[in-house]
């Protein structure tokens, strides 16, 4: 769990998500170098999935991508080994329960700890059946991340109090993808966190500028950003590596 500290011991933190495989793997090990070099606290990595139920448009044409490279898990497995040879920024997979239950719970949860993941995130779980994969993750020493959103309401002291690693915080209702205002939903939740127990939380969904990166920093410990990194993914291709370097940078800017 070590790596998982450091996450947020430098100040507000920030958080990008990419998906495993698009536009191939080769550019996805390269874009995990990139982000780490410009300074990124802990990449999330998406694993490919055909039925995304929380994602919009933008990742679920990243999934789609991904899926056409023929990447599998144990692929990206594979990848995620490759670069921990060499990099050591902490990881994390955001996947759904499916491919984890049809892959097999431990054998997922083990292998994933043995490439080096040091964090799971799974959207379409509540919170009331995470022990179909709490167990595993303990065993294995991985920390599996709590979201919470503004429908969770007197849900989030319960899952405040049982979370660990950090609390992933949906600022809007709806799929993933890029909006023009950010409600500020998340600051009331932060608060309900904040007075059950001392944890970070980081901000996703919707956040695409540096202003808006900046003002959730405001209220959080920590930024995520996804469909913005993956739409200059989809614009540049293979060709993808500098931009994403440059709009991160603008990004890291904003909130440190």
């Given at each position: 769990?070590?790596r998982?500290l ?5 100040g507000k ?15 996805t090990?390269?874009?995990v170098y ?9 990449i999330?990595l998406?694993?490919?999935?055909s039925?995304?139920?929380a994602?919009g448009?933008v990742?679920q044409a ?9 990447i599998?898990?144990?692929r ?5 080994a490759?670069?921990r ?8 997979f955001m996947t759904y ?7 097999g719970?431990?054998?997922?949860i083990?292998?994933?700890k043995e490439a080096g993941i ?11 059946e995470?022990?179909e994969?709490k ?5 294995y020493e991985?920390a ?6 503004p429908?969770?309401g007197e849900?989030?002291k ?7 690693g950090?609390i992933?915080c949906?600022s809007?209702?709806?799929v993933?993808?890029i909006?023009?205002k950010i409600?500020?939903?998340a600051a009331?939740?932060?608060k309900?966190?904040?007075?059950v127990?001392d944890?970070?939380c980081?901000?996703?969904?919707g956040i695409s500028t540096?202003e ?5 920093a405001?209220i959080?410990?920590?930024?995520i950003?996804?469909s913005?990194i ?10 993808c590596v ?10 890291i800017?904003?909130?440190?």
């Amino acid at each position: 769990m070590n790596r998982l500290l450091r996450v947020f011991s430098n100040g507000k933190a920030f958080i990008p998500f990419i998906t495993a495989g698009d536009p191939n793997p080769e550019i996805t090990e390269r874009l995990v170098y990139e982000l780490a070099e410009e300074g990124a606290d802990l990449i999330e990595l998406g694993i490919p999935f055909s039925d995304p139920v929380a994602e919009g448009p933008v990742i679920q044409a990243a999934d789609n991508r991904a899926l056409q490279t023929g990447i599998t898990t144990d692929r990206i497995f594979e990848l995620v080994a490759g670069i921990r040879k060499s990099c050591d920024v902490p990881l994390a997979f955001m996947t759904y329960i499916n491919p984890v239950f049809s892959y097999g719970t431990e054998r997922f949860i083990k292998n994933s700890k043995e490439a080096g993941i040091d964090a799971l995130i799974i959207p379409d779980l509540p919170f009331e059946e995470r022990e179909e994969v709490k167990p595993y993750c303990n065993k294995y020493e991985i920390a599996f991340i709590s979201m919470i959103a503004p429908t969770s309401g007197e849900r989030i002291k319960n899952i405040a109090a049982q979370a660990e690693g950090f609390i992933y915080c949906v600022s809007s209702l709806g799929v993933t993808g890029i909006r023009e205002k950010i409600g500020l939903d998340a600051a009331d939740m932060i608060k309900s966190v904040k007075a059950v127990k001392d944890i970070p939380c980081a901000v996703g969904f919707g956040i695409s500028t540096p202003e808006q990166a900046k003002a959730m920093a405001e209220i959080s410990d920590g930024v995520i950003v996804g469909s913005a990194i993956v739409k200059i993914i989809e614009k540049y291709g293979k060709d993808c590596v500098k931009p994403v370097a440059e709009y991160v940078r603008t990004m890291i800017d904003a909130i440190k």
